[in-house]
């Protein structure tokens, strides 16, 4: 089954810097990579995703890069401010198979601090 | 409002006590999934349904059942709760039928068993 590594665990950066945030994941059928920002006490929610027919996608300060060869895709957000300081977490999903199941799997999250 | 609900939203039980999280979208969605998030572990899935009356194990499914009778409606059973259970649940449920489109999380529900 696949599985989603996801580095580093904790991030602290002063605002207007820029965070990124690597994941890997083992199954090379996987097709499908998004992102999703949770804020503390809050449910998480979907910030960006990728589909592996694209290599970069962008949404203003926010981009996702994937490269399928290496099984990794990285999250870049430039110009941080507070409000980006919540856990965030990718995952990876997709892979098809006949008699399989397919699942969406998240990596175990990292926590973005910006600092004023 | 489009939304995905969940009850109760927090809850203490005792070992043994079956207790029901009940979780409820409003947005005419074919998937539907619980996770549960604790510290260090990220978001695991316990089950997911993909349509009406068809279910399947996520990753930890053990002490668990679900059901789906209705499209709209996710019930999340634990028949005889442990303290491994203690833990924020989170329902969530998506257009399509795999799962691999954007995912519409609850509240979450937070369960202590003691």
């Known amino acids: 089954g696949e599985n989603v590594e996801q580095h580093p665990s904790t991030l602290s950066v002063q605002e207007g810097d820029s965070a990124v945030i690597k994941c890997t994941y083992s199954?090379?059928?996987?097709?499908?990579f998004p992102w999703y920002k949770q804020e503390l006490g809050k449910r998480p929610q979907l910030i960006i995703d990728?589909?592996?027919?694209?290599g970069e996608k962008k949404d203003q300060r926010i981009a996702v890069t994937l490269n399928k060869t290496a099984k990794h895709f990285s999250l870049h957000i430039t110009e941080t401010q507070p409000e980006d300081s919540a856990v965030y977490f990718c995952?990876?999903?997709?892979?098809?198979?006949?008699?399989?199941?397919?699942?969406?799997?998240f990596g175990k999250g990292t926590k973005l601090t910006v600092n004023p | 409002e489009a939304q995905v609900t969940q009850n109760p939203r927090y809850l203490i039980t005792v070992t043994g006590k079956k207790l029901t999280v009940t979780c409820s979208q409003n947005?005419?969605?074919?998937?539907m999934s619980w996770y549960r998030q604790d510290p260090g572990l990220g978001l695991r899935q316990i089950y997911y349904?993909?349509?009406?009356?068809?279910?399947d194990k996520g990753d930890v499914p053990e002490g668990y059942k679900v059901s789906r009778k209705e499209k709209r409606n996710f019930p999340l059973i634990l028949e005889s709760p442990s303290p491994n259970q203690t833990s924020l649940y989170f329902c969530?449920?998506?257009?399509?039928?795999?799962?691999?489109?954007?995912?519409?999380f609850g509240p979450g529900t937070r369960l202590t068993v003691l």
């Open positions: 969530a449920s998506s257009l399509g039928t795999s799962g691999f489109d954007e995912q519409f």
């Open positions: 199954d090379s059928a996987s097709n499908y």
């Open positions: 990728i589909r592996s027919n694209v």
């Open positions: 995952a990876a999903g997709g892979a098809y198979r006949q008699g399989g199941s397919e699942k969406l799997v």
């Open positions: 947005m005419n969605h074919e998937y």
């Open positions: 349904s993909m349509n009406v009356e068809v279910t």
